[in-house]
Every structure is written in structure tokens, then in C-alpha cells.
């Protein structure tokens, strides 16, 4: 009886400890504003897939991170890519490409996304006919991304992200040429990746133009800038001048709260210098340190 009074207190204790643990923890985890893995888009390991596209894959997953946005197929059929995602448990929720290639090969690039797995076309610039983004280049790309937009929709199931690349803040009345992008487009077909260093680089708040568009915007480049860089217009920067979360300019826990005010649920980190590899796990590590 003794014996297992003594075993019944233990198990009790046991469980209460458990449950305490968890208590803490879980009340740790509400108090930190991104307590989540985020996405990677493959261009940040572009050297590391052109080599060795299954080694990528692991690397990836060693970091935690399980949703990829591809920017490229590195040589390989989408089904044989989508095999060796699902043999690591990774997904691909956002497929991107050129202008040309889903403005005029549509249904092959849709069709690439879906075997993928992916419901996001991910468009990583708009094109612009002189040195500089003008209205007519605005009013171009409006009415193609309406078009493209309602087949990949309407077609497919697959919704249209336009990523920013810096050149589209001219402005342009009271705003700029992206604000008139993104108020052109029709909702139901078009929405938006934020690119937050190119919309940093040429002088705007990435939490702002969040705040300002928050059903618009539907999925984040989250990347940081070294300091001292100068703004400008000119959608280019070194690539080196992709710094760890946290070190450069931008006010990355601004930018988070601001998108989970939006609702936005990806996050793809990316970053396009040549220490990549060293400086993701770092970013990853910053922004699961911040606190709400």
C-alpha cells in the first residue's frame, strides 16, 4: 500500500510538473511576436541548388523551415522537385518566375505550380520600356496582370503575387506608381508579395505600405539592409548588402506587427548575399527572439 501511495504521489508530482512546464512555455511562446519558422525563397540558396538541389533541401530543413518559395526548378521536372519535398515533409507554397514566362507560357507555368504543390505564381518584376518606370509602363502591367491573374485564377485556382523591385515608387500624384499598381489591379485576381528591402531602398516604410494595403499584400520578403546604404530608385543594390535580421536598417519588428495585423501567413526569408548560409540561421534565431 505504501509502495503505491509513494508511486501515486510521484506520478501526480510528475504530471503536475508537466503540466506546469507547459503552462510556462506556452505562455512564453505568447509573448513572442514570431515564435514560428518562417519560409525561405529559393533564391537564397540559388550556388547551394545549382550544385546539389537534395543537400539544399536538407540544409533548408535543418534550419526548421518547411514552406519554400521557388524561383526556379534548378534543372529538374516539377514532379521529380515535388518528390524530394515530400520525402523531407517540406512544402512549396509559392512558385515565380519571369514576365514572359507567365505572361506567354501561362498554362506551363501554372501547371509547374500546381504539380509543385504550390497556389501561389509568384512575379519577381515588372518590366519598363526606358531607364525608368513611367505611367505607361504602369498602365502596362495593370491590364496584363488583370489578364494573366483572372486565367491563373479562374483557370487554375492559383492566385497572383507581384513582387516589388524598388523601380515602381516614382512618384506619381499623391502616392506613387506602386500605390497606383496596386489600386489598378482587381483584388479577386491580383495580390502582392512585399518585398521589404526594395520598398525600403527607395525611402518607404514596408510597416506602412502594409498598414496602408493589408488585403492586398498576402506574403512578405522579409530581408535587412546594411546600414549606411543610401536610398534611391534604382531597384539595385550590391547583393552583399543583405545583412542578418536585425543588424541593418530596417525596423523588422515593426514590419512583423504589421503583418500580423495584415494576416499575412508567409514570411519567405531571403537573402541574396554570399553568406547566406552562415547569416539564415542567425535571422532565424533573431526573429524568434522578438518579443510583442
Request: aromatic content about 10%.
Amino acid at each position: 500500500m505504501k509502495n503505491f501511495l509513494n508511486k501515486l504521489i510521484f506520478t501526480s508530482c510528475s504530471i503536475f510538473a508537466l503540466n506546469f512546464a507547459f503552462a510556462v512555455a506556452f505562455a512564453q511562446s505568447k509573448k513572442l511576436l514570431f515564435p514560428y519558422a518562417p519560409g525561405i525563397e529559393s533564391y537564397t540558396y540559388r550556388t547551394n541548388f545549382s550544385k546539389d538541389v537534395p543537400a539544399t533541401l536538407n540544409l533548408i530543413k535543418d534550419n526548421g523551415i518547411k514552406d519554400i518559395e521557388f524561383s526556379s526548378l534548378f534543372n529538374l521536372s516539377p514532379e521529380a522537385l515535388r518528390k524530394l519535398l515530400d520525402e523531407r515533409s517540406l512544402q512549396c507554397s509559392s512558385f515565380g518566375t519571369g514576365w514572359n514566362n507567365i505572361m506567354h507560357k501561362t498554362a506551363e507555368v501554372a501547371n509547374a505550380a500546381k504539380a509543385l504543390g504550390a497556389h501561389f505564381i509568384h512575379l519577381g518584376s515588372v518590366p519598363q520600356a526606358g531607364k525608368t518606370f513611367t505611367l505607361q509602363d504602369a498602365e502596362f502591367a495593370v491590364a496584363e496582370l488583370n489578364r494573366v491573374g483572372k486565367i491563373l485564377k479562374d483557370e487554375y485556382g492559383l492566385e497572383l503575387l507581384c513582387h516589388n523591385h524598388g523601380v515602381e515608387f516614382v512618384p506619381y500624384e499623391n502616392g506613387t506608381l506602386y500605390d497606383y499598381l496596386i489600386q489598378r489591379t482587381n483584388p479577386k485576381y491580383v495580390s502582392f508579395e512585399l518585398d521589404i528591402l526594395w520598398a525600403f531602398l527607395p525611402g518607404h516604410d514596408p510597416a506602412q505600405l502594409t498598414d496602408k494595403y493589408p488585403a492586398r499584400i498576402k506574403a512578405l520578403h522579409v530581408k535587412d539592409l546594411k546600414k549606411g546604404i543610401a536610398t534611391n530608385n534604382s531597384g539595385k543594390t550590391d547583393h552583399n548588402n543583405n545583412v542578418v535580421l536585425g543588424q541593418g536598417q530596417i525596423n523588422i519588428p515593426a514590419v512583423i506587427k504589421a503583418a500580423k495585423r495584415a494576416k499575412i501567413k508567409h514570411y519567405y526569408l531571403e537573402d541574396e548575399s554570399q553568406f547566406a548560409v552562415e547569416q539564415i540561421p542567425r535571422s532565424i534565431e533573431y526573429l524568434q527572439s522578438l518579443k510583442q
